[in-house]
């Protein structure tokens, strides 16, 4: 079976992150994608993020109509920050051998050399690349001696590019703007009921 594995912090969950699953599910023929919300994202330790079972339920909200989506919540029931070769080895002892793939924009591939056990990763894993607006695909020559293994492993996805983040949409309920189509119908009712980023916060 061949899983997709989408991670991130989802604060909030948006369109984007639900149109790039679907695009790699239909695409890379995927059984279905895993969204994994971080409990404590290492590289933004600094960074005060909604509290977990917050975010957790704006994804459980919005992936609910659609079955070949599901949410794995291991990250967050570790203690600690959130590294993604710890998860893929917690899925595989899981689920078995099973074909992952694993899902991340063009933005993180450039910094990919500074995760934890990259060269690891990229051997139990293949990496879905996502074009973000304005940013290149870094160079694979660079990144190659730096992760040996990693071009045979990097797929290239033919996705929309969408302007959307999570830090834009805290920015806009903030400032009192809508954000109706930005997010599911169900993670703005729910966003709205909890008063959340209602102060500026990037």
């Given amino acids: ?10 604060d909030p969950i948006h369109i984007g992150h639900l149109v790039v699953a679907e695009e790699a599910r239909v695409k890379l023929g995927l059984s279905e994608i895993l969204f994994v919300p971080a409990g404590q994202p290492w590289l933004k330790v600094d ?3 909604t509290p977990v079972t917050q975010r957790v339920e704006m994804l459980r909200l ?7 989506f599901k949410l794995c919540t291991l990250e967050v029931e570790r203690s600690g920050p959130s590294y993604s070769i710890d998860t893929i080895t917690a899925l595989r002892s899981q689920l078995g051998e099973q074909s992952f793939f694993f899902i991340l924009g ?3 591939l450039a910094g990919f050399h500074l995760w934890k ?10 990496l879905v690349v996502v074009p973000r607006l304005d940013l290149n695909l870094p160079g694979l020559e ?8 990693l071009a045979r492993s990097l797929i290239q996805l033919d996705a929309p ?3 959307v983040s999570s830090s834009k949409i805290r920015q806009r309920i903030a400032q009192g703007l809508p954000i109706h189509y930005l997010v599911p119908e169900v993670v703005e009712k729910y966003i709205v009921e909890q008063k959340l ?3 500026f916060e990037a």
């Fill in 117 to 126: 056990e990259p060269a690891r990763l990229v051997q139990m894993c293949q």
């Fill in 142 to 149: 660079s990144l190659e001696p730096l992760i040996p293994g």
């Fill in 1 to 10: 079976m061949n899983i997709g594995i989408l991670g991130g912090t989802f």
């Fill in 197 to 199: 980023y209602v102060s």
């Fill in 161 to 163: 590019i969408m302007e």
């Fill in 62 to 68: 919005a992936i609910a109509s659609n079955p070949h």
């Fill in 106 to 108: 063009s933005d993180s």
């Fill in 47 to 49: 960074h005060t993020i």
